[in-house]
């Protein structure tokens, strides 16, 4: 009886395996939001990723935010601009690259979590609306390995409302007149500063 029972979950975990090369090997979400300011100041805080802490949804928010470290490298904004952050900075942090910058249409970025064993990426663009530009998240990845495939069946579940949430927070942001903020003397070092909230799965899957 006990062999029967072994041999079952065995041949489930594999047909499950078999299942996965059939799923799609990408995902891609998207979310946007008008938000009444010119695009100059949107953009602004798109490629300096020093204010993402204070909107995004990539870090956690409440008590919990305190234990969030951050630490930046390259430059203050654009392209090359790094963000590091997590509760352990020398045990796999989280890492957000920004990849290309541009005031007309936006940004795209590299999203790194787990050390790097987690990736995905997107793009924050800019459209045009008669109440102001439309900021849009395209959030997607790769993933390679069957079982990291089934992802794509939650995956609009588990990252569009953190994106959606991101969004709500550069809106708030932007149409409050916060400018963006330059990145803290001595890049490098950590940073405790008050942060944004966390979605309840990872944003991104990986290879």
Known sequence: MAMKFVFGIVALGLIAYLV????????????????????????????????????????????????????????????????????????????????????????????QLDGGRVESGGDSLFQDHEAGPKVI?????????PWRRYFSLIADKAVGPALQQSLDGLKVRVEGGVPAEPAPEGQGET????????????????Q
């Open 20 to 111: 996965g090369f059939f799923l799609p090997q990408s995902y891609e979400i998207t979310r946007e939001v008008v938000i009444d300011a010119p695009r100059a100041e949107i953009h602004a805080q798109l490629q300096d990723v020093t204010t993402w802490r204070k909107w995004s949804a990539f870090v956690p928010g409440g008590e919990a935010a305190d234990s969030v470290e951050s630490r930046y490298e390259g430059p203050d904004a654009g392209a090359g601009a790094i963000w590091y952050w997590g509760k352990d900075l020398e045990s796999k942090p989280a890492r957000l690259e920004v990849l290309t910058s541009d005031p007309n249409w936006g940004i795209s970025y590299l999203l």
């Open 137 to 145: 998240f395209v959030h997607g990845g790769e993933m390679a390995s």
């Open 191 to 206: 940073d405790g500063d008050e942060a944004g909230t966390l979605p309840a799965e990872p944003v991104g899957a990986g």
